[in-house]
Each structure stands twice: as C-alpha cells, then as structure tokens.
C-alpha cells in the first residue's frame, strides 16, 4: 500500500488544457457540500448525503490532506480528485490484497459530466502520481451499473482484476499502473 504522507504536499497546481488541480482552498467548502449533497452525483455512492449534515461536518478547508485535489475552471471548482492510499473499505478478498495501491476516487459537479473533463483531470492526477511514486499501483472500484465512471476507467487504462457483489449491487475493481498491468 502506497503512503503519501513522506511526498512534498501539496504539489505545483497541475495545470491542463482546460483546468486546473490544485490543492483545496476555504473558497472550495460550497463546492464539496454541492458534490456531495447532489443526488446525481450520489446516484451509485449510496445516495446523496443531508445538505445539513454537510454543512455542520465538513471543514472550513475541505479535504486538506495529501491526495486530495480540487478540479478547477475557469477559476470555479467542479470536481475532485483523490488519492487515496487507504481506499479500501471494501470487502476483503485475496485479488484486492495483492492488488493493493492508492485508491482513485472523483467527483464532479453534474454542469461538468461528458465534457471529457473528469478523464483530463484524472489523467493529470495520475501522471503527477506516477512521477512521484514510479510503479505504485493505482485502484479504483465502482459499480457496473455507473456507465460513466465504467467508461472512465477504459479511458484511463484500468485493467479489470474482478467483479463482486458489495452495497448492494455488483462492483467492479481494477488496478492501473505507469509500469506494468497486473492483471
């Protein structure tokens, strides 16, 4: 398993053709009680949660830790991205053990979907992870019934390693690398 915590954080803000990730800033805390109060984007992560709740828990500066970045354009938050090196909450099974790695996880604001930006920002994050950790494994697991984020790990280059029942519905887990697939 990957551990961010000994890399220089937060990194240059890494800037792309149309955005910008960044660390998070004060000015994005509306941005995340949006992303994460929006039943859209809720949709295949359990639903969204109480505006409320959002408003009393999240923090003055939302998701300042390494691995977290706040997707940006135009100067406006959209999205984020996150690296996270204890991503699995996931039943435990032998495939995901050896697969181990740093989690990938994304959201973005309903305005941004299928305009391609969630693939440049998540290409952007992990170009920057695999300079900064060569050959660290990177996995990412979602349901099959999300098309979108299905299609995003095709993009991405994320090879299938299996499928399994969690939450309530099937999931699908694979594994990416800058050096070699493991599958």
Same mark, same amino acid.
């Given at each position: =398993?990957?551990?961010?915590? %000994?890399?220089? +954080?937060?990194?240059?803000?890494?800037?792309?053709?149309?955005?910008?990730?960044?660390? /998070?800033?004060a000015?994005?805390?509306?941005?995340?009680?949006?992303?994460?109060?929006?039943?859209?984007?809720?949709?295949?992560?359990? !639903?969204?949660?109480?505006?409320a709740? &959002?408003?009393r828990? $999240?923090?003055e500066?939302?998701?300042?830790?390494?691995g977290? @970045?706040?997707?940006?354009?135009?100067?406006?938050?959209?999205?984020?991205?996150? &690296?996270?090196?204890?991503?699995?909450?996931?039943?435990? /099974?032998?495939?995901? #053990? *050896?697969a181990?790695?740093?989690?990938? !996880?994304?959201?973005?604001?309903?305005?941004g979907w299928? #305009? !391609?930006?969630?693939?440049?920002a998540?290409?952007?994050?992990?170009d +920057? @992870?695999?300079?900064?950790?060569?050959?660290? %494994? $990177?996995?990412?697991y979602?349901?099959?019934?999300n098309?979108?984020? =299905? #299609?995003?790990?095709?993009?991405?280059?994320f090879? *299938?390693?299996?499928?399994?029942?969690?939450? !309530?519905? *099937?999931? +699908? @887990?694979?594994? +990416? /690398?800058? $050096?070699t697939?493991?599958?």
């Amino acid at each position: =398993m990957s551990d961010l915590r %000994p890399l220089s +954080w937060p990194p240059a803000p890494i800037k792309t053709e149309r955005l910008v990730l960044r660390e /998070s800033e004060a000015r994005d805390r509306a941005a995340v009680i949006e992303l994460n109060a929006s039943p859209e984007v809720g949709t295949y992560l359990g !639903g969204p949660r109480p505006r409320a709740e &959002l408003e009393r828990t $999240v923090p003055e500066v939302p998701g300042r830790r390494p691995g977290f @970045f706040v997707v940006e354009l135009d100067g406006v938050a959209i999205g984020t991205i996150e &690296l996270d090196p204890h991503a699995s909450e996931l039943p435990d /099974s032998d495939r995901r #053990r *050896e697969a181990g790695g740093t989690g990938l !996880g994304y959201l973005f604001l309903p305005e941004g979907w299928e #305009r !391609g930006y969630a693939t440049e920002a998540c290409t952007a994050a992990l170009d +920057w @992870f695999a300079g900064a950790l060569p050959g660290e %494994p $990177v996995v990412l697991y979602t349901q099959t019934a999300n098309v979108r984020s =299905m #299609r995003l790990a095709a993009k991405l280059g994320f090879t *299938e390693l299996e499928r399994f029942e969690a939450y !309530g519905a *099937e999931q +699908w @887990f694979g594994v +990416w /690398s800058s $050096v070699t697939p493991l599958a």
